[in-house]
């Protein structure tokens, strides 16, 4: 049965905004968990931590300037639009993201992944994918990219410590597209413009509503329609890891234990600094 999530919308001043999937029910979204759908044209977020799990971003192609990315591990990128950096923050890093031209707006994913309980205290690492590597896959009326994963025959070649996949879908009005899930995936369907249908269900930005195509035993197959004009999705699929999840907001661990010694970690400035 589909569940419809709600996404919130959450501001900071004129020059961020964004549709926010959060992980109150983190049973209900993992593996991920959260998601952001946003704008952003002035630096935002200090330089701040992560661990625990993985923060990735992905920039729609309509970006009008990309991401300058860094980190506490010396990793410097610039994102560019229809590009991704994915860090995972494993035992701990300080990590800092800004429009490469201030004012200019960067129209982005910014998504929380969780790591397996065995890779949550690893060493931290990055991957990027350039615009021109990210995979296209064309059905009549839909353009898929798959910016990590796989669809449609073809694979993404980043290799995340998550065994996900991201799907940026373009359709044009009237349009359809068969959604295959593998057994035991769950997708969740998040509207970037436009309303669209999954299985004869409606959702959009109108009513920011997010289905959640439930983890099903044997592979499923769900129809998606841009029944009201053209649509743009993104769609989520991962196995749900089924661990605890205990977070502080910029760590989350699946034990106390080690969420209490990354944040003392992090406090002795051994996640390094910016």
Same mark, same amino acid.
């Given at each position: 049965?589909? =569940? ?25 979204? !993992?593996? &991920? ?22 923060? *990735? =971003?992905?920039?729609?192609? !309509? ?9 506490? +591990? ?15 923050? #494993?035992?701990? *890093? ?6 490469? *031209? ?33 995979? *296209? ?11 990590? #994963?796989? &669809? ?12 996900? =996949? ?17 057994? $035991? ?15 004869? +269900? $409606? &959702? ?15 592979? =499923? ?27 502080? #907001? ?20 051994? &996640?390094?600094?910016?």
């Amino acid at each position: 049965m589909t =569940t419809i999530a709600r996404m919130q919308r959450a501001n900071r001043g004129g020059h961020f905004r964004a549709y926010r999937l959060d992980g109150s029910d983190p049973a209900l979204i !993992d593996p &991920f968990l959260g998601i952001d759908h946003a704008w952003m044209s002035a630096p935002t977020f200090p330089p701040h931590p992560h661990a625990g799990f993985s923060a *990735v =971003t992905y920039l729609f192609l !309509d970006s009008e300037t990309g991401i300058a990315n860094r980190d506490s +591990q010396g990793n410097r990128k610039l994102i560019q639009p229809g590009g991704l950096h994915w860090t995972a923050a #494993g035992r701990g *890093v300080v990590h800092e993201e800004n429009p490469a *031209v201030p004012g200019s707006t960067a129209h982005l994913l910014q998504i929380f992944v969780n790591l397996p309980r065995d890779r949550q205290d690893a060493a931290p690492f990055a991957l990027s994918l350039d615009p021109q590597e990210v995979p *296209v896959v064309h059905r009549p009326g839909a353009r898929v990219r798959v910016p990590f #994963g796989s &669809f449609g025959g073809v694979r993404s070649p980043l290799a995340p410590p998550t065994e996900v =996949t991201l799907l940026d879908i373009s359709l044009e009005a009237g349009a359809e597209l068969e959604l295959p899930l593998g057994a $035991g995936q769950r997708a969740l369907i998040m509207p970037i413009f436009g309303s669209a249908e999954i299985n004869g +269900q $409606g &959702f959009g930005l109108d009513d920011l509503g997010v289905p959640i195509l439930p983890a099903a035993t044997e592979a =499923t197959t769900h129809k998606l329609v841009a029944a009201s004009g053209a649509a743009k999705v993104a769609v989520f699929i991962g196995e749900p890891l089924r661990q605890p999840v205990l977070s502080n #907001g910029p760590m989350a661990f699946a034990s106390q234990e080690s969420l209490t010694a990354a944040s003392a970690a992090y406090h002795r400035d051994e &996640f390094g600094w910016l």
